[in-house]
C-alpha cells in the first residue's frame, strides 16, 4: 500500500505542456523582438547610406542651383534605397551654413511583428543626417 501512495505523486503526465505554455509567449516575444530589431537596423543603415550618397552628391555637383540640387538630392536618396518603397524616403539638403551641406533623409517605416507596435508606434519613423564640407 506505501508503494501505490508514493506512485500517485511520481505520474508527470501533462507536465510538459504546462511548461511549454508558460515559456512559449515568452519566447515568441523574443524571437518577435529580434526580427523587428533586424528590419529597424537594416533600415537605418540604409538611410545612413542614402544620407552619405546625396550629401556626396551635392558636394560633386557645387555648380548647381539650390532647387536643382534639391531634386538632385532627393532622385540620389530614392536611387539608393534597396529596402522598401522608394517613394516612402525624403531627402531634404539644408544649405544654412555655407560652407556645408547637411542632408537629412526620413522615411516611415512599418514594422513587420505585432508585438513591436505595442511599445513603438507604427509606423516607426526613423531619419539620418550626414554632412560635408562644400570646396571652395
Known sequence: MKTMRFSNFKRETGQAIVEAAFTL????????????????????????????????LAVVNPEKTEIEMQALVEQKAR????????????????FTAPPDIKVT????????TPVAGIFF????????????????
Open 25 to 56: 509567449p515568452i519566447l515568441l516575444l523574443v524571437c518577435c523582438a529580434i526580427i523587428d530589431f533586424g528590419w529597424v537596423l537594416t533600415n537605418q543603415l540604409m538611410l545612413h547610406n542614402c544620407s552619405r550618397e546625396a550629401a556626396r
Open 79 to 94: 536611387q539608393v534605397v534597396f529596402v522598401g518603397d522608394p517613394l516612402d524616403v525624403t531627402a531634404v539638403a539644408d
Open 105 to 112: 533623409v526620413t522615411k516611415n517605416l512599418e514594422l513587420l
Open 121 to 136: 508606434d507604427n509606423p516607426l519613423l526613423i531619419q539620418s543626417s550626414s554632412t560635408m564640407w562644400i570646396g571652395e
